[in-house]
């Protein structure tokens, strides 16, 4: 399985938050040092990010999906997978839907004849 930098740079926040959170700050501290580091992740990744050359606008307070997607690393095996069985002129049908990554992916591979339909 591959290691995305999202998932390492997750392991190594999560460390470090944990780490904060045995220095002798009280919860203030903490709930700030917390909205910087969001901050900090949100600019970081572009919004929208590119997702088969489809713009993919991403709710700022969920950063995990959009690094992952930002470096064309989200959900790469199960990507990858789609990308060989499906073929173009195919039909196919994303539920359950949510921000349309993979809608955006099955169209980018059944094409202008194929068919997408997408429910969230």
Known sequence: ???SFWHIYSWLSH???LLILKLPFGNKTVNILRKV???LHRTAIPNP????GNKLFWNPTNVGYAM???LNEYEYETT?????????GMAAIDVGANIGYYTLL???VVGEKGKVYSFE
Not at 49 to 52: D, E, G, Q, R, T
Not at 80 to 88: A, E, G, Q, Y
């Open 37 to 39: 580091a969001a901050l």
């Open 80 to 88: 990858k997978l789609i990308s060989k069985i499906l073929k173009p």
């Open 1 to 3: 399985m591959r290691k």
């Open 106 to 108: 099955f169209a980018s």
């Open 15 to 17: 460390k470090i938050y």
């Open 49 to 52: 990010v590119i997702v088969k």
């Open 68 to 70: 992952d997607m930002s």
